[in-house]
């Protein structure tokens, strides 16, 4: 099956930074999500970016499906940015998504 | 609009007894999927359910069972529990394209 894989695993920010997280995936997707999961569990789609390039607010996203990976821009990061991310994709007829193992993003004043 | 609900929020379950969990999928949604999270990794496919059938299975014993109701609600079954089954378990729906997650209901086997 498709392979998932994240970087940076860990991430240590001062309020106000930007960053950037990318996600490389093996195979041609017909489906690929970023989401964010907060300290109790919940998991908040933020893009659904099989291709091209999406923005919401101060997060943006980015699918370079040619090359297979995705990248997440977070500029002017705030403390409630904290948690883990997660890229999602599948492919194929399949109807499972497979998960990155995450970025854990920890963001101080 | 109510986003996919899911419940118990939290069990304790002793080894070797069974759980039932429920997830509600947001309304006109007709896929339903499951996953589980154990502690420090992402979440692993279970059951994937559209229109009352089984669209897809991940690589779970089958102690794991589903099943979609009508009203395209599910239930995840998990017979003679073990400890290795604390974990979170996500349920998720589905229109077209996209995943929305529930807040997940968190087991605990002891």
């Known amino acids: 099956g498709i392979q998932v894989e994240q970087s940076p695993p860990d991430l240590i920010l001062q309020e106000g930074a930007n960053s950037t997280l990318r996600c490389n995936f093996s195979d041609s997707v017909n489906n690929l999500q970023w989401f964010h999961q907060n300290p109790w569990g919940q998991l908040i789609n933020l893009f659904y970016i099989p291709s091209g390039t999406k923005q919401n607010g101060r997060l943006s996203a980015t699918t370079v499906a040619t090359e297979r990976y995705s990248l997440l821009y977070i500029s002017s990061s705030q403390t409630t940015d904290s948690g883990v991310y997660f890229c999602?994709?599948?492919?194929?007829?399949?109807?499972?998504?497979?998960f990155g193992t995450g970025t854990r993003l920890q963001v101080t004043l | 609009d109510a986003g996919v609900t899911q419940s118990p929020t939290h069990l304790i379950k002793t080894r070797g007894q069974h759980v039932t969990l429920r997830c509600s999928p947001i309304s006109g949604h007709k896929s339903v999927s499951w996953y589980q999270q154990v502690l420090g990794q992402g979440p692993q496919f279970i059951f994937q359910?559209?229109?009352?059938?089984?669209?897809g299975r991940g690589n779970f014993p089958d102690r794991f069972s589903a099943r979609q109701f009508p009203n395209y609600s599910s239930e995840l079954n998990v017979n003679a529990l073990l400890l290795g089954d604390s974990a979170l378990y996500l349920c998720a729906s589905s229109a077209r394209v996209g995943y929305t997650f529930g807040s997940g209901t968190r087991l605990t086997v002891v």
């Open positions: 999602a994709a599948s492919t194929g007829t399949a109807s499972k998504l497979t």
């Open positions: 359910y559209y229109e009352k059938e089984e669209r």
